[in-house]
Each structure stands twice: as structure tokens, then as C-alpha cells.
């Protein structure tokens, strides 16, 4: 049974940095990504990172601040520095078998298998 765990979330202010970690169970992948989700808002791309080559793409709105990465056994992590209020939301772990192209790994539909979210508030 594959399982998507994510942890780290919080609240912290801005500035501050925080690590979001996602525990990956069942299967392996070729390509893993964190999403978001404010309130009322649609679910957005964050990051992606390719295992294959270690490709790793992000979000206009977090390059610079945020960079995913994985540990030994594939999970990935992502650590969030210079925080902003506009950063709070869930953030989502997203995992997918196939390989996506550098376009459609920014979205939903590209990814089979997700976590239940880990939610990051950020105080101005």
C-alpha cells in the first residue's frame, strides 16, 4: 500500500525557515513534488524533483527560497527559507511512476499518488 506522509509544517513569521519532510511507503517513483493549497485557492505547484537526473523545478513564486531535495531513500524534502505570508497553505506531497515533461509536472494531473497535506502558517 503506498503511503504519503508529510511533516514540518507550523506556524512560524516571516523569515523564519522550516524543513517539510514527505515519508514515502509502498513503491518507488520517478518524480516527486510539493504542491500548495491556501485557502480558497486552487492547489499549486511548488517544486519537482526528478530522481532519474535530480532535476529540479520550481515555482517562479519560491525560486530562490525554497529547495527540494531528497535523503537516502528517496523521500523528499523540502526546505522553505525567507518564508512569506503568502506562503501559508497545505502543502501537499505528490508522487508519480511515469516521467513527466518540465510542463506537466506543474500540474495535478501529472501526479497518481498524494499525502493528506501538512499545514504552514506564516505571521506577518
Known amino acids: 500500500q503506498v503511503q504519503l506522509v508529510e511533516s514540518g509544517g507550523g506556524l512560524v513569521q516571516t523569515g523564519d525557515s522550516l524543513r517539510l519532510s514527505c515519508a514515502v511507503s509502498?513503491?518507488?517513483?520517478?518524480?516527486m513534488a510539493w504542491f500548495r493549497q491556501a485557502l480558497g485557492k486552487e492547489r499549486e505547484f511548488v517544486a519537482a524533483?526528478?530522481?532519474?537526473?535530480?532535476?529540479k523545478y520550481y515555482a517562479d513564486s519560491v525560486k530562490g527560497r525554497f529547495t527540494i531535495s531528497g535523503d537516502n531513500a528517496k523521500n523528499p524534502v523540502l526546505q522553505m527559507s525567507n518564508v512569506k505570508h503568502e506562503d501559508t497553505a497545505v502543502y501537499y506531497c505528490?508522487?508519480?511512476?511515469?516521467?513527466?515533461?518540465?510542463?506537466?509536472?506543474?500540474?495535478?494531473?501529472?501526479?497518481?499518488?498524494w499525502g493528506r497535506g501538512t499545514q504552514v502558517t506564516v505571521s506577518s
Open positions: 505528490a508522487a508519480t511512476v511515469w516521467v513527466p515533461t518540465s510542463s506537466t509536472m506543474r500540474t495535478t494531473t501529472a501526479y497518481d499518488f
Open positions: 509502498g513503491r518507488t517513483f520517478s518524480t
Open positions: 524533483i526528478r530522481w532519474s537526473d535530480d532535476m
